[in-house]
């Protein structure tokens, strides 16, 4: 069990049926708001990908280190409200939006939805891995079969930290985070996909 962080397919994010997953009623729900906003509904989500290891078709990574140094890196380096958008989301988006989207809709962990864009993500989280040195050309670039979070938790982070040492080093699970929501928020724009919690 555990809470994993993936990527959402055309036909998952149209069901109707939640209790098979379904993200039908989010979807209309998120449309509605988008029209209400004059903003063009969000109708081109690919199809799910067919599993195929290293091919970043995919994304799924577990949340399993504990995220305090990350709140603290996110509340030293952002403002209350870009730290709010980066760590309160439930969906994200591969288009920009200028404010995040609260719907009436429960999502996996909470009675709300809050939709946030990719592209203010990523601006954030880049901010965070230039902050701790992130070497980012050298963790998992496809993230669809736990990549990244097996880096982490099985040796490869550390011997990395042990030849490349910087701020990012001293707090893997810190780095971590980045490094997730780095590849989260360009893997859901690179595929035009939404990501969620489940």
Same mark, same amino acid.
């Given at each position: 069990?555990?809470?994993?962080? #993936?990527?959402?397919?055309?036909?998952?994010?149209?069901?109707?049926?939640?209790?098979?997953?379904?993200?039908? !009623?989010?979807?209309?729900?998120?449309?509605?708001?988008?029209?209400?906003?004059?903003?063009? +509904?969000?109708?081109?989500? +690919?199809?799910?990908?067919?599993?195929?290891?290293?091919?970043?078709?995919?994304?799924?990574?577990? /949340?399993?280190?504990?995220?305090?140094?990350?709140?603290?890196?996110?509340?030293?380096? @952002?403002?209350?409200?870009?730290?709010?958008?980066?760590?309160?989301?439930?969906?994200?988006?591969?288009?920009?939006?200028?404010? !995040?989207?609260?719907? +009436? #809709?429960?999502?996996?962990?909470?009675?709300?939805?809050?939709?946030?864009?990719?592209?203010?993500?990523?601006?954030?989280?880049?901010?965070?891995?230039? #902050?701790?040195?992130?070497?980012?050309?050298?963790?998992?670039? !496809?993230?669809?079969?736990?990549?990244?979070?097996?880096?982490?938790?099985?040796? !490869?982070?550390?011997?990395?930290?042990?030849?490349?040492?910087?701020?990012?080093?001293?707090? @893997?699970?810190?780095?971590?985070?980045?490094?997730?929501?780095?590849?989260?928020?360009?893997?859901? /724009?690179?595929?035009?996909? +939404?990501?969620?919690?489940?």
């Amino acid at each position: 069990m555990g809470i994993y962080l #993936v990527s959402v397919g055309a036909q998952e994010w149209l069901d109707g049926d939640e209790d098979e997953g379904g993200k039908g !009623a989010l979807a209309a729900a998120l449309d509605e708001e988008l029209r209400r906003r004059g903003l063009a +509904p969000y109708e081109s989500v +690919p199809e799910a990908a067919a599993f195929v290891r290293g091919s970043g078709l995919s994304f799924e990574e577990k /949340l399993v280190p504990p995220m305090d140094g990350f709140g603290a890196l996110c509340r030293e380096h @952002l403002s209350p409200g870009e730290g709010e958008l980066l760590l309160g989301w439930s969906v994200l988006v591969p288009f920009s939006l200028d404010h !995040a989207i609260r719907l +009436p #809709v429960e999502s996996a962990y909470t009675d709300e939805t809050v939709v946030v864009g990719a592209p203010e993500v990523l601006a954030l989280v880049q901010r965070l891995a230039a #902050v701790i040195g992130l070497p980012v050309e050298a963790i998992p670039e !496809a993230c669809d079969n736990l990549d990244l979070t097996m880096w982490f938790l099985e040796g !490869a982070a550390k011997e990395t930290a042990e030849s490349r040492p910087g701020p990012w080093s001293e707090n @893997l699970d810190t780095a971590f985070y980045v490094a997730l929501y780095l590849r989260a928020a360009q893997h859901s /724009l690179r595929r035009g996909c +939404p990501m969620t919690y489940c």
